[in-house]
């Protein structure tokens, strides 16, 4: 049985006509230089999956030069009500809020606000003097730290190399450290505020020398609170203002207003192979609702839900050279900037917001020098490649368990679908 909302390629899309849209569907696949009977293969990936409950429902989005070539919503919206998912469903999109969030320390810099290689206690007072933890106690969380060498810079939260770790899904001692401290992971912690949590993250112990190594970690809060000293704005208002807005993201929020809570799809887990609905606490005693619950912690690193189509336009902006439909927000060297290795000393290849594709990894893929990517928590996932000028995501909302590892497939047939 096919569960499948589909884009018919030469009808005209509604959301098209909507203010920021830039996407227009292909006059054929062939015509994008697709492979439609290549491009079923995805079908054929997808549909077995939901039919047999391995995973709850999928969306996926490719366009090519501005042409979508397949944009299809496969299964369930909620398995357990059997309401079919939309293609514009609202997904939780966990860690891709990260590159939301750079985007706008990046405007901000090309204000002249701050310099990449300026230290954040410049501007958050609370880091400076910073220590480097030396020894843990896990019976009491204890720890011991000595005087780092070097201070965190802005440019070091960007690329997760300041030093610091993660709540939640972190190394022990710092999970531990942190839970202590009561700082977040920043996903759902819908109360108290990204300010009094940094401030208090700021006086905790980092983990190693900044710049010595990559950790992925809560560098990306400590940025949005950044953007709302220097803007003198709450970070959720930053975001509708300057950047949801100008590119019509209208389903892109930290907590859903009521028009749209309705559209979020329901957080899956699995058990036994099969998947059933989250309704338990995932990690830090979230609800999973948290999107449909009003809150004042704006997670910079983790906090935002959205549409596939809204995170397409938001990458089809960097493809684009920092504008969209008439509307710049970056210069093309700033974004160029962002997609240039930031870490070439390091055995990670990341730029300012993305994991990249280099000469060093492109064995790895058929994605193209210069592709940049990432995913989230529950199991979202996107690149976009700009030698082909191409964006293509693919969503779901699960955690926990071990789903089948669609993403990685979705890329290789992608890839195989395309003629030139």
């Not at 989005?61 to 979508?68: C, D, E, K, L």
């Not at 809020?97 to 990449?116: N, P, Q």
Request: hydrophobic content about 40%; proline content about 7%.
């Amino acid at each position: 049985m096919r569960f499948i909302q589909a884009l018919p390629v030469a009808c005209a899309l509604t959301v098209a006509a909507t203010a920021g849209a830039q996407f227009r569907p292909a006059q054929s696949p062939e015509a994008a230089g697709f492979s439609a009977r290549r491009l079923a293969r995805i079908d054929s990936l997808i549909e077995p999956l939901v039919t047999k409950g391995a995973l709850p429902g999928v969306v996926v989005f490719i366009a090519r030069h501005g042409q979508i070539v397949k944009y299809q919503a496969y299964g369930y919206r909620d398995t357990e009500t059997r309401a079919p998912l939309q293609r514009d469903d609202i997904f939780r999109i966990a860690s891709q809020s990260k590159a939301i969030t750079s985007l706008a320390v990046m405007m901000l810099w090309e204000e002249g606000r701050f310099g990449l290689d300026d230290p954040i206690e410049r501007y958050i007072p609370e880091f400076a003097n910073p220590k480097v933890l030396t020894k843990f106690n896990a019976a009491d969380s204890s720890f011991e730290a000595a005087p780092a060498r070097r201070r965190p810079t802005i440019r070091q939260l960007l690329t997760h190399t300041a030093g610091l770790d993660y709540a939640g899904i972190g190394s022990d001692e710092f999970k531990a450290i942190y839970a202590k401290a009561g700082v977040p992971s920043g996903i759902g912690n819908n109360t108290a505020t990204i300010g009094e949590k940094v401030r208090v993250l700021a006086k905790l112990p980092l983990k190693s020398e900044p710049g010595e190594r990559f950790t992925y970690s809560l560098g990306v809060d400590v940025l949005g609170y950044l953007v709302e000293l220097l803007s003198g704005m709450p970070f959720d208002r930053f975001l509708k203002t300057r950047i949801f807005d100008p590119l019509g993201m209208r389903d892109t929020w930290f907590y859903l207003p009521a028009d749209r809570a309705g559209r979020l799809v329901a957080l899956h887990g699995l058990d036994s192979g099969k998947v059933v609905p989250r309704h338990n606490p995932i990690f830090d005693g979230v609800d999973p609702d948290y999107p449909r619950h009003p809150g004042t912690y704006f997670s910079g690193g983790a906090g935002l839900s959205s549409s596939i189509e809204d995170y397409a336009r938001f990458l089809q902006l960097f493809l684009n050279g920092g504008e969209l439909n008439g509307v710049r927000l970056l210069s093309p060297k700033t974004i160029a900037m962002m997609l240039t290795d930031q870490l070439p000393t390091l055995p990670n290849e990341f730029g300012l917001g993305f994991a990249l594709e280099t000469a060093a990894n492109d064995y790895q893929s058929p994605q193209s020098v210069g592709t940049f990517s990432w995913g989230g928590a529950f199991r979202t996932t996107y690149w976009a490649d700009p030698k082909e000028g191409l964006v293509a995501l693919l969503y779901t909302n699960t955690y926990g368990g071990n789903p089948p590892p669609v993403g990685n497939q979705f890329m290789v047939l992608t890839y195989a679908a395309m003629l030139r």
